[in-house]
Every structure is written in structure tokens, then in C-alpha cells.
């Protein structure tokens, strides 16, 4: 202990003792057997405006890996001679850029300065400074989420590394790989509450994959290392690495070629699937008369396999929020997503299904609803790389602990091998399921000029070929975009699923520019998450980043709305985001932010001029901002309610309907105004109807519509 204290107590000087990393004394651990994927790293920052999805998905991590990186010897670093002294910082700084980094996402402080000042020594790292260190986490996921690779942010003590801490919960939740490094203050000061010292480590052991607070300058070359393997490998998720000021000040001559020291991590992470399982999922198929597929995140790295599967077996596909892309939305069997806000004939798919397919998914409450009601008639095949979700909510009856990428490539070849394709006849089964789309369909109501915000989103894939990234915030346009964009390939639909964090969409959209700079990139935002995080318009138009902002604007929390509407018989409990003493008015006024942020914006408010502006904005080079008034009585459905079942389905209604009143004869103000539009009262006459299972409802008796220039009102 003294001696470290000693070695803080060095100031920043020529005096500092040199530190020569020690030659290892004893060989590697006996790991040799594994081999390390090094993560490609192929972006340029060349800015186009070409409509195409540059689909840069990483190389699988295979189940084999090494203890030491290919890419050291791609590297040359000419700022320094081998065995030259350098700063704690720039050894983090050419560890980072031996793991391939080009792009950071990082905001200085007094903590982290020592390593801004070696990211100006870089000439392989480009910085993308956020406005806030939230806004960096989101960039860094956005980054990954679209690309495949780990995105990497910077941030400093304290403030600056708490305000990661959404970010980190986000990312492990969604398996997402991104490295986040925060400043500390000196060693000698830790735990003394210094100015600007939270114990991060601390904060965020049960929100990352793993996290270290290094202690020597020796050990960032081998931590950068594992780091990296760790986010990336097995589940991906967020790894922090904690670097006290005086370690980023210590001078060392780095060794490269110490091995990594995860011997139980690499132990525990999955082997090739067993052949007998695999034998057994197909029996269990060919057994079957109605059985889905139900896909999750775990499967955007297997795209293609999963194509193959479907095309042998001709199994109908229901995707998860998060898998949304891996099989393409367009295709024939194609069911959409499933879950509470899923398509009423993907949820009937696994309602009715006696064999349920549930590869890279963890069987989360908002898919699954009530468990015991979930997939009730079905036998259950689960395949997941994390051992901890497989029987966690519901108990398989086959599983597979495993990549779902290797599984498929292996029963794709079983069947293969038994000349598979054509002898399974499910053709009865798909008919069923396409009588329940023509049935129940996703649709929308419009009303007069209204613009309705599905309506935006259908016009947005349809100018863009379905092929634009798409980022959104959380809410009522989230589950919108969800349903009404059609994702043809993996990694083009970034959101927050798990955390469901508001402010993600702005942000996300910067990482995903930043990673794809050939693609249109589009935030689907609402007003409430979008001005979480509105600072990033500076971001946006300092690194003239091509992102479009489509922003249904409804003044209101809408989600938080729709369940008021719902379950709070339509009580407004702090749910409206607009000036209350001038309702007539947009507040705030977001062409505002982006005037002062020198981005070009408009606003609409008429359906007809919709697909003019949308246009406008993708043809404008550099960021828009498109600003789309919606109302906000406008509810997301279908909709199964929180730990409902299939039977539950809400398939109609919205805001504009009173729910459950219980007097004979009333008088009531119902009022609709688009926002901008200087509403009025129209008092409608309003009778009872009886439900048997409902009690008494509310229903308009002949409902007038008042169209102006000044008034919408039903």
C-alpha cells in the first residue's frame, strides 16, 4: 500500500519514475485452443448522401478465441519508438487504436483531460464531442447497435461518469458491446470524497458485463485488450474501465504481448451446440402442425441463416422489438412483431402454435404478458448464448445453450441433408395465419387535415425503400415505427427496448451516422423524448452529420396518455408538455433549437402536404428537422394490456371515446384541437350504452366535425 502511495503522490513531471512492464515469469494460461475474432474495422468518414444501407455487420465472435489480438502487427504508431516512454493516456490510446477504434464518443473534464490531450496526439481516432455525457453513451450504443462493433465512450469523474450510468443500464439490457472509460481522480484520493469523486465501479457493478478501476499503468494494455473480447463476445453488453488522473500521468513503455486473464470467463462461454439436441429441434418439427418462429436480438447476427431456415422449413417468422430486421418485415412469412404491441395475428400465431421456436430471445414480460397463458399449447424450443435466460421466465422443453448463428448453420444442414425443403407442408397453417391478417390488419383512422402519425411513418418507408437506419425515442412513435417501417436487414431499427429510455433516438441516430456514413439515417422521434436530449443538434451540425429528424409532435407524453385514456378514465396527471396558459400555440417551438443550431427545419400540419415535406427533408444534404403536428388522442394498437393475454386484445378505440361514465344523460366538453390549431368547444350530446361486461359507456350521439382554418373539433 505504500508503495502505491507513493507512486500517486508523483507529480506529472520528467521526475516521474519510469515503469518497464516485467517480462511474464510463467507462460499464458492454457487457453491456446481459443481463437480471438479481431472486430473489423472498415469505416471511412467520407460524407455522401447515396439512399444505401451499408449493412457492416461485424464477423461473429467464434467460440474460440486467443489471448492475443491479430491487429497489433496491422498497426504502425510512429509517435513513439518501442521502447519510449509515454503517458499512462497515450498507452490507452494506442491500445484503442490497436483494437481497431476509429471513432470515439467523448466529453473532457479535469479527469479525463490527460486523455483528450492524447486523443489530439491520434491520428487513427476521431473524436465526435456530444453536447452531454448521455448523449455520448446513446451515440457510443447507436454506433454499435448499427455496426456491429463496440462503440467506445469517454467521460470524466464524477457528474460525467454518472451521467453514463442510463446509457451502461441500456446497453446491458439490449446486449449491446460498448466500452465505456471514465477519469478518477488520483489514487491517494480515492474514497476521501475528493471534488468530483463517485466510486463508479461501485455505481455500475450490477449494470455491465464487467468493470475495472485500473491500479497500475501496466495492466491498460491487457485490461483494453479484455475489455474489448468481453463486450463483444459470448452476450454482448458494456464494459467501464475506471483510470485514476495519475495512472493517465504515469510514464510506462507498454508491453503488447501480455496475454489476457479471463480464464473463467472464457470457461463458462457456450460450446458447440450438442448434434443430438439439434436432431431432436428438427424432429420436434416435422412432428409439428403449427409451429412459429419466435426471434429476438440474438438473432441480427445470424440474418442469413435464419433466412435459410425459414426458406427449408417454411416456418412463419414473429420478431421481438429488438429482432426487427433480422428477417425481413416484407416478406410473405413474415408475421411482424409480436407483444404487447405486436400485430394481432403474430400474438394469435403463438397463441394458437404447438411448437414454438424461440431462438435469441429471453422471454420478456412485454412479449410474454401473463407467462402461464403465453405459447399455452405449444412445446418449447429455446436457443440462447446466455445460460442465465434459459427456464429464467419460461421452462423449454428443448434447449440449447449456444451462438444461434452455429445452431442454425447445423440444423440448416441436417435438413439440408434430408432434402427438407418441400416435405414440410405447413401450407394449412399459413393459411390460417393470413386469414387473421386480412382480418386484422395493421390500419389507421384519419381525421379531416389531421396528420396521423402511422400515416408519417408509412409515407417515410415508402420514400426511402424501407432502406433508411431508423432511431427512435420511447413511446407512442417508437411502437409506430416498430409496426409501420419495413426492416429488410439486420441493424437498420436502433431503440431502446429494454430500459425504454427516453433521449435515446437523437443520439443514436449521431453513433449510426458516424459508423454509416453512406446511409440515410432517420430519428423517428416525439417531442418528449426528443428535447431529453436536443442539446445533440450542436453535435449534429458542428460534424455535419446527414441525420433527418421526423418529429411527431403531439405536445403531450403519449403513452403515458394512452394509459390514462385507458385505465385512469382519460385524468391528466402531468402528461402535458405544452404552455397551459396558451394551449393554442406549439410550445416549445423546435424549429427554434434548430435555428439557433444553424439546421434547416420545417413544420407541417396538413396530411396533404406530408409526402412533399418528407421528401424535402431527405433531399436537403446535411441534418433536417421536419416537425409533423399529430394529435394526440391517437392510441398504438393492437394493444394486450401489462400481464394480459391473447384473449385481452385491444384492437379498437382511442382518446376521442369516453370510457366507462356512469351517468344517464350528460353534456360534455369534447374537444380535439390539432395544436397549433386555435381549438374552441364544441359541447356534443352525449347518451349511455350498455355493455354486459363492461357496465355503461359513453358514445358521441351524432357527432358534428367543425373543419376551419382555425378549428378541428369533433
Not at 392510441?635 to 379498437?652: C, N, Q, R, W, Y
Request: charged residues 20%; contains cysteine; hydrophobic residues 40%.
Amino acid at each position: 500500500m505504500s508503495n502505491m502511495a507513493a507512486v500517486a503522490a508523483a507529480p506529472s513531471t520528467s521526475t516521474v519514475p519510469i515503469y518497464r512492464p516485467p517480462s511474464p515469469s510463467k507462460a499464458p494460461l492454457p487457453i491456446s485452443t481459443l481463437t480471438l475474432t479481431t472486430l473489423p474495422s472498415t469505416f471511412n468518414h467520407t460524407k455522401t448522401r447515396s439512399l444505401h444501407i451499408s449493412n457492416s455487420l461485424s464477423k461473429p465472435i467464434s467460440s474460440t478465441a486467443t489471448t492475443s489480438s491479430p491487429t497489433t502487427e496491422k498497426f504502425s504508431f510512429p509517435r513513439f519508438a518501442a521502447d519510449e516512454p509515454r503517458k499512462g493516456a497515450d498507452i490507452l490510446v494506442e491500445a484503442l487504436e490497436r483494437e481497431g477504434v476509429t471513432d470515439v464518443f467523448a466529453y473532457p473534464g479535469g479527469a479525463s483531460l490527460e486523455i483528450h490531450q492524447a486523443l489530439t496526439r491520434s491520428n487513427k481516432i476521431r473524436n465526435v464531442l456530444p453536447r452531454h455525457e448521455q448523449g455520448g453513451v446513446f451515440a457510443a450504443e447507436g454506433y454499435a447497435r448499427a455496426s456491429g462493433l463496440p462503440g467506445v465512450c469517454i467521460a470524466t469523474s464524477g457528474p460525467g461518469a454518472t451521467n453514463l450510468v442510463s446509457g451502461l443500464a441500456d446497453a446491458l439490457l439490449d446486449s449491446v458491446p460498448i466500452v465505456a472509460i471514465t477519469g478518477q481522480v488520483p489514487r491517494r484520493m480515492i474514497g476521501t470524497d475528493a471534488f468530483q469523486e463517485t466510486p463508479i465501479v461501485e455505481v455500475t457493478r450490477s449494470i455491465t458485463k464487467h468493470n475495472y478501476l485500473v491500479l497500475d499503468v501496466d495492466d491498460i494494455p491487457r485490461i483494453i485488450k479484455e475489455a474489448f473480447f468481453l463486450a463483444s463476445s459470448g452476450r454482448p453488453g458494456p464494459v467501464l474501465i475506471d483510470i485514476p488522473k495519475d495512472i493517465q500521468q504515469q510514464l510506462a513503455v507498454p508491453n503488447w504481448d501480455v496475454p489476457m486473464k479471463l480464464p473463467g470467463y472464457l470457461s463458462r462461454l457456450p460450446k458447440n451446440p450438442n448434434e443430438l439436441h439439434l436432431e431432436q429441434i428438427v424432429r420436434l418439427i416435422s412432428e409439428s402442425k403449427k409451429p412459429v418462429l419466435y426471434v429476438g436480438g440474438g438473432c441480427l447476427n445470424s440474418s442469413e441463416e435464419l433466412r435459410r431456415f425459414v426458406e427449408l422449413t417454411g416456418i412463419p417468422v414473429a420478431s421481438t422489438l429488438m429482432g426487427l430486421g433480422a428477417f425481413p418485415v416484407g416478406d410473405e412469412l413474415s408475421l411482424q412483431m409480436l407483444g404487447m404491441h405486436g400485430t394481432v395475428y403474430a400474438n394469435y400465431a403463438v397463441d394458437k402454435s404447438d411448437l414454438l421456436l424461440a431462438f435469441g430471445v429471453r422471454f420478456d414480460d412485454r412479449v410474454t404478458g401473463k407467462l402461464e397463458a403465453f405459447a399455452s399449447r405449444a412445446k418449447i424450443v429455446h436457443i440462447d448464448i446466455d445460460s442465465a435466460e434459459i427456464g429464467k421466465n419460461k421452462q423449454p422443453h428443448v434447449s440449447v445453450c449456444g451462438d444461434v448463428k452455429v445452431a442454425l448453420q447445423r440444423i440448416n444442414k441436417i435438413l439440408e441433408s434430408r432434402g427438407a425443403r418441400g416435405k414440410m407442408d405447413f401450407r394449412a397453417w399459413r393459411e390460417e395465419l393470413n386469414e387473421q391478417k386480412v382480418k386484422y390488419p395493421l390500419s389507421f383512422k384519419t381525421f379531416g387535415e389531421a396528420i396521423p402519425p402511422q400515416y408519417a411513418i408509412q409515407v417515410l418507408d415508402e420514400l426511402t425503400d424501407g432502406n433508411a437506419i431508423i432511431s427512435t425515442g420511447v413511446g407512442q412513435h417508437q411502437m409506430w415505427a416498430a409496426q409501420f417501417y419495413k426492416y429488410k436487414r439486420p441493424r437498420q431499427w436502433l431503440t431502446s427496448g429494454g430500459l425504454g429510455a427516453m433521449g435515446f433516438g437523437l443520439p443514436a441516430a449521431i453513433g449510426a451516422a458516424v459508423a454509416n456514413p453512406d446511409s440515410i439515417v432517420v430519428d423517428i422521434d416525439g417531442d418528449g423524448s426528443f428535447i431529453m436530449n436536443i442539446q445533440e443538434l450542436a453535435t449534429i451540425r458542428v460534424e455535419n452529420l446527414p441525420v433527418k429528424i421526423m418529429l411527431l409532435n403531439n405536445q403531450h407524453l403519449g403513452m403515458v396518455v394512452q394509459w390514462e385514456d385507458r385505465f385512469y378514465k382519460a385524468n391528466r396527471a402531468h402528461t402535458y408538455l405544452g404552455n397551459p396558459s396558451n394551449e393554442s400555440e406549439i410550445f416549445p417551438n423546435m424549429l427554434k433549437f434548430a435555428e439557433a443550431c444553424g439546421i434547416p427545419a420545417a413544420r407541417i400540419t396538413r396530411k396533404d402536404d406530408l409526402r412533399a415535406a418528407i421528401q424535402k427533408m431527405l433531399n436537403t444534404p446535411g441534418p433536417y428537422l421536419l416537425d409533423v403536428i399529430v394529435p394526440h388522442q391517437e392510441h398504438v394498437l393492437p394493444m394486450i394490456p401489462s400481464g394480459g393475454a391473447f384473449k385481452d386484445v385491444i384492437t379498437e378505440g382511442d382518446g376521442r371515446t369516453k370510457r366507462k361514465a356512469k351517468s344517464e344523460d350528460i353534456r360534455a366538453l369534447v374537444v380535439y384541437p390539432i395544436p397549433i390549431i386555435r381549438a374552441k368547444v364544441l359541447a356534443c350530446r352525449l347518451r349511455k350504452t350498455k355493455s354486459s361486461s363492461e357496465g355503461d359507456r359513453i358514445s358521441l350521439d351524432s357527432p358534428e366535425l367543425l373543419v376551419s382554418a382555425n378549428l378541428v373539433v369533433f
